[in-house]
């Protein structure tokens, strides 16, 4: 595709379950980052991938966050037993290679924990 | 923490006005970044300046960095109502890390 797309684009759980967040990257991209945004604040770092590498996860909030990229190019960030805390939007990045690259975001996954 | 800040956390001008934000952060870094975000939207590169640059153009935006500071700005010139967003600066290292962000809003 032309750009990083995110599914679903919308999420409302209940508390307790788990959800699951796609996120397609743009084609060719080796890095993959994940972020949270909370509201009226800048994304916060979760975890970084390098193709099916994770190579930093120091950003997960939790033992229940969990993330992969099997194949090194779709990625699906998980979490389990959610809680209220855990509303945010949730965005994708990918890029070329690395922190020298700049990153192309996608639209985010907004999750609302009831 | 390693979160750097952007000052004005609020900024409201006119149409035309030039306007300018200001970057601080805590960690060395490879390069800074910056980034719109339209409400409901992801973020949108617009810039990247190295630890090795001082000063950059592109269109309407300038960037500068004082890496003796830890500090950047960013200069829009001629703003548009378009230009209305939240600015993020990232400070890269191995993912960026980001302030909360500049809201600008430019009225017509």
């Known amino acids: 595709g032309a750009g990083v797309s995110q599914s679903p684009r919308y999420k409302v759980a209940k508390r307790g379950q788990d959800v699951a967040l796609r996120c397609d990257p743009i084609?060719?991209?080796?890095?993959l980052f994940w972020y949270q945004q909370a509201l009226g604040q800048g994304p916060e770092f979760l975890t970084y991938?390098?193709?099916?590498?994770?190579?930093?996860k120091s950003g997960l909030p939790s033992d229940r966050f969990f993330a992969e990229r099997p194949e090194g190019s779709v990625s699906t960030l998980k979490i389990q037993r959610t809680q209220q805390e855990d509303s945010a939007v949730y965005l994708c990045?990918?890029?070329?290679?690395?922190?020298?690259?700049?990153?192309?975001f996608g639209p985010g996954t907004r999750l609302t924990v009831t | 923490s390693q979160q750097g800040e952007e000052d004005p956390q609020a900024l409201s001008i006119q149409e035309g006005e030039n306007a300018t934000m200001n970057c601080s952060y805590k960690?060395?870094?490879?390069?800074l970044q910056w980034y719109r975000q339209n409400s409901g939207r992801g973020l949108v590169h617009l810039i990247l300046?190295?630890?090795?640059?001082r000063e950059k153009h592109s269109g309407r935006l300038r960037v500068t960095l004082d890496t003796s500071k830890k500090s950047s700005s960013l200069l829009i010139t001629a703003s548009r109502a378009a230009d209305t967003a939240s600015y993020f600066c990232?400070?890269?290292?191995?993912?960026?890390?980001f302030g909360k962000g500049t809201t600008l809003s430019v009225s017509s």
């Open positions: 990045a990918s890029s070329l290679a690395g922190e020298s690259y700049e990153q192309y």
């Open positions: 084609s060719g991209h080796v890095s």
């Open positions: 991938f390098q193709n099916e590498a994770q190579l930093d």
């Open positions: 300046i190295r630890s090795n640059e």
């Open positions: 990232g400070q890269a290292g191995t993912a960026l890390i």
């Open positions: 960690t060395s870094i490879n390069n």
